[in-house]
């Protein structure tokens, strides 16, 4: 069995790899939804954009399945912070969820106008406000949340849901609709053709380069936030035990992590060129060379977060010495090499049957393709 410690980071990387599969693969349909009011003119228009992500977004979701149970099952202290803490801005993201299933089921349901508009901004409103609450819980993490544990381990959050909405947790959800939204017009101008194609290909190239201006302020302003640096702690073989270690809240300590690990640095230079890449493929209509780099643009920008936040999964402002590590806040030892055991059998094949299924959808969707099949949304 591996070391602890090495679990414990295998486990981070693990958790980092299934947030950034949730941007990619649910972030273009989120992305399209967002976009269907604006790019498609007519209700042929925006059926093909509908049926360019309706027979694979569902399996899509199965990252943000995956995503929740690795946090479950990995690092349960943070689940109960996360979703007990957040539980407001959770219901709120799960009410525009539910959105995008029973838009997609009911808006062909009705040929009237009014129906179907209706159901189309229920789509807008179901990629939107993921996209942008995703966002902000990220903002509020690398500012810290106001929770703090007792001696015996419970916890109590003091946050509302208006505070989440603070201006840098507002800036870093602008970044994500932006990126959400770059990602599903790349996706567009890849599967659909004529005018639906251009102007997602021109929405594509000034959506890209918002996420760039977007993220390098974001970047700036993150200079200037107090951070959270480790004292004293029981080390990365320790007990699972927040309380077992000193924190100390400092200027710039976001910016630490770059200075110890140059490599580190990867992530926000993925994080800039990506879009200024995109923006480029996309001027020269390669869409699937535009998608390639988008997606290299949202892991860039997620693993900023995440390695600008390292050893810290989610920092305390009310108590630091409560904030949660990847060296306290893990599951035993036997259950992590329990979990990579089923990773390891287990992700092959969902990412093999992954590929079969776009594999055998790929090709455009055109206006014809929706009006001659029987069961098209």
Not at 106 to 112: E, L, P, V
Request: glycine fraction near 10%; aromatic fraction near 12%.
């Amino acid at each position: 069995m591996l070391d602890y410690e090495i679990l414990r980071l295998l486990w981070w990387a693990i958790l980092g790899v299934l947030l950034i599969g949730i941007a990619v693969m649910d972030g273009f349909d989120m992305g399209s939804a967002i976009l269907l009011p604006f790019v498609a003119r007519d209700d042929s228009e925006r059926r093909v954009v509908i049926n360019t992500v309706g027979p694979v977004w569902e399996g899509n979701q199965v990252w943000l399945i995956l995503g929740g149970g690795a946090v479950f099952a990995a690092w349960p202290p943070l689940y109960g912070v996360a979703f007990s803490g957040f539980y407001l801005a959770m219901l709120l993201l799960l009410a525009a969820l539910i959105l995008r299933p029973v838009g997609f089921k009911f808006r062909s349901k009705i040929a009237d106008a009014r129906w179907r508009s209706t159901w189309d901004w229920a789509l807008f409103v179901g990629g939107l406000v993921p996209a942008l609450v995703f966002g902000v819980a990220f903002g509020n993490v690398l500012q810290g949340v106001p929770f703090r544990f007792d001696d015996s381990l419970r916890m109590t959050y003091t946050g509302s849901l208006l505070g989440l909405f603070n201006p840098f947790a507002l800036l870093c959800g602008l970044v994500s609709v932006a990126m959400i939204a770059t990602h599903g017009a790349v996706w567009l101008a890849g599967k659909t053709r004529g005018g639906v194609q251009d102007r997602s290909r021109r929405a594509g190239i000034w959506l890209a380069l918002a996420t760039l201006v977007l993220f390098a302020v974001g970047g700036l302003w993150v200079g200037y936030l107090n951070g959270y640096a480790l004292g004293a702690s029981a080390g990365p073989d320790g007990p699972s035990n927040p309380l077992g270690k000193t924190v100390v809240r400092v200027g710039g300590a976001l910016l630490i992590n770059y200075r110890l690990y140059p490599w580190m640095l990867l992530a926000p230079v993925l994080g800039l060129a990506g879009p200024m890449t995109t923006a480029f493929w996309l001027m020269l209509r390669k869409a699937a060379m535009a998608w390639f780099t988008s997606a290299l643009s949202i892991a860039g920008i997620v693993a900023t977060a995440g390695v600008s936040l390292f050893p810290f999964l989610l920092p305390s402002s009310l108590d630091p010495r409560s904030s949660l590590t990847v060296w306290d806040a893990s599951s035993s030892a036997l259950t992590l090499a329990i979990m990579t055991v089923a990773t390891i059998v287990f992700l092959p094949i969902v990412l093999a049957y992954t590929a079969w299924v776009y594999r055998v959808l790929r090709g455009p969707v055109t206006t014809a393709d929706v009006e001659d099949a029987p069961h098209a949304y």
